[in-house]
Every structure is written in structure tokens, then in C-alpha cells.
């Protein structure tokens, strides 16, 4: 009873600091989460009674049937949509190398370094929706900045967000450009700051040129941080394309540029199919759980701690 008491003296006031967050959590994170699965076990519009249906909507969305011409997705769109959200995660490793590049720039010990640092970092602290707006009216055939570049060279440019060969390439481009200056350089400067000075001394003193420096030094050292980095951006990736979709081209053309982020929102705020649309959010939690473990398993293998 007595080691009860000393118990509670000691961390009762932590505990009740955390309870605000633990129940924030519980009604805002695993509360909804949960709804969300009993949800895509039913039939829902939200203006009738929810009918339960068992796993009809799995069976909808993952499924298959057979035809004259052979077997065919219950859900052709899913499967689409899926390729393009994949599509854009392709472009992962792209990212991925600009933004180590530009770490190493900005790691520069040059006059004024910090100034270059806080001008480059200033477009991720804008507004995703400003800019996909930006870009909207970069790609825009009849005025936009591109196209007009391109018309001064004698090449046509095209209709960048209307045509579906290069809808998808230039929501990739967007990306590419939004996460140049995002998190991703910030965290591979830090850890260029943290290798070792001693590595570069030694290997200054054997005759070590720049790549030699950068191949056995430098991305060895940094290999948490690029682990990490895939991993968030794989997690980011099946995720991601809501903000470019509803802004730039409302999924279009065709589906085009449509993911299963959006996918999940048309179901359940355009067509109020809520069980089906909370079908498709488990799927893609499948999915994030297998890649994430996946990364784990054998990406972590290659992850060097100095």
C-alpha cells in the first residue's frame, strides 16, 4: 500500500500531464481508426441505416472475375489509381539524390552560407495548396511561364494538366521541385554535420580525392538518415496525391492523375459510399504495414552506425 502511495507522489503529476494527450489520441487517432473498420465491413451513405455486408467490399475492391475475354478487376479503378500512386514513388530515389546533393551544397563552409540555407528552405514553409496554385498557372497551355518558355525555342509545349501522357510527369516534376527544399535536405545536411572531421583528416592525409571522400566516408556515415528517409518517403508516397489531384487536376484526365488517397476521398465525401471508401484506407494501411516491414527487414541490413 505504502509503495502504491510513493508510486503515485512520484508520477502521478507525470501521468496527468499525459492524459490529455492520451485521450486525444484515443478519441481522435484509434477512436476514428476503429469506426473505420467496423465501417468497411458495411454499406453506408450516412442519410440511410448502415448494413452490414461482411467482406463484400474486399471482395469488390481486390477481386476478380472472369469474362469471354478473360479475367477482369471487379474494381479496374483501383488498380489504376494504384499504378499511379506507384508511379510517383518511382521517383522516389530521384528525390531522394537531389536532396542529398543539395545538402552537400549547402554544406559548404562559403560566406553567408546561412542566408543560402534560410532562401533555399523559405518555399517549404508555404502553403501546399499556394503551391499547387503556383503550378497550376505555370503548366497552363495558353499563358503559363513553361509552355511560353518552349514557344520562344520553336517547341510546342503541351497541354501539360489535360493531356494523360503528361499529366502524371508533371505532377512528378511538381513533387520533385516541392521536396528539393523540403525535410528531406535539412535532415541529410544534419547528418553531413555529424560525420566525423577525424575520417576526412585521415583520408585527407592518404590522398583521398572528393569522390573517394564522399563513396567511403560520407554515405556510409549517412546511411540512417537515407534509411529513414526511404522509409518515410515510401510511407509519404502510398499517401500522398490528395493536395495535386483536388487542386491541379481533379483527378483528371481520365483518372490520370488520381491515387488512392483520392480515390478514398471521392468514394466517401463525393459518392458517400463510407464502407467502400474505408475498405480502400485498410488496403492502403496493408499495404504502408508491408512496405514499412519490408524496409525493415532488408533495408536496415545495409545501415552502417558510426
Known amino acids: 500500500m505504502r509503495k502504491k502511495r510513493n508510486f503515485l507522489v512520484l508520477y502521478g503529476g507525470a501521468y496527468l500531464f499525459l492524459l490529455p494527450n492520451l485521450l486525444g489520441f484515443l478519441v481522435f487517432t484509434i477512436g476514428p481508426a476503429l469506426w473505420s473498420l467496423f465501417l468497411a465491413f458495411t454499406e453506408w451513405d450516412i442519410l440511410t441505416p ?24 471487379n474494381d479496374p479503378h483501383f488498380w489504376y489509381y494504384l499504378w499511379n500512386t506507384i508511379f510517383y514513388m518511382l521517383f522516389i530515389p530521384v528525390g531522394m539524390a537531389l536532396s542529398l546533393i543539395m545538402a552537400l551544397l549547402l554544406n559548404q563552409k562559403i560566406k553567408g552560407i546561412t542566408i543560402y540555407r534560410t532562401i533555399y528552405f523559405l518555399p517549404t514553409v508555404c502553403s501546399g495548396v499556394a503551391l499547387a496554385i503556383l503550378w497550376r498557372w505555370l503548366y497552363n497551355p495558353d499563358f503559363g511561364l513553361i509552355n511560353t518558355f518552349l514557344a520562344r525555342v520553336g517547341i510546342q509545349g503541351p497541354g501539360w494538366l489535360s493531356s494523360i501522357e503528361w499529366a ?15 525535410f528531406n535536405t535539412i535532415l541529410y545536411l544534419a547528418a553531413l554535420q555529424g560525420v566525423p572531421r577525424h575520417l576526412y583528416e585521415a583520408a585527407d592525409v592518404d590522398g583521398a580525392n572528393f569522390w573517394q571522400k564522399f563513396l567511403y566516408i560520407t554515405l556510409p556515415c549517412i546511411t ?52 467502400y471508401a474505408s475498405s480502400i484506407a485498410w488496403v492502403l494501411f496493408a499495404l504502408v504495414f508491408i512496405a514499412t516491414l519490408l524496409n525493415w527487414k532488408y533495408g536496415g541490413k545495409g545501415v552502417k552506425y558510426v
Open 50 to 73: 448502415l448494413r452490414f455486408v461482411g467482406f463484400s467490399n474486399f471482395v469488390e475492391l481486390l477481386g476478380f472475375h472472369s469474362t469471354p475475354t478473360g479475367l477482369v478487376a
Open 168 to 182: 502524371k510527369p508533371a505532377i512528378a516534376f511538381m513533387g520533385l521541385w516541392a521536396g528539393l527544399g523540403g
Open 224 to 275: 540512417p538518415t537515407t534509411f529513414f528517409i526511404f522509409v518515410m518517403s515510401v510511407i509519404g508516397g502510398f499517401q500522398g496525391g490528395f493536395m495535386s489531384a483536388y487542386m491541379m487536376t481533379g483527378g483528371g484526365p481520365a483518372g490520370a492523375t488520381t491515387t488512392i488517397d483520392y480515390y478514398i476521398y471521392i468514394n466517401a465525401y463525393q459518392w458517400f459510399k463510407m464502407g
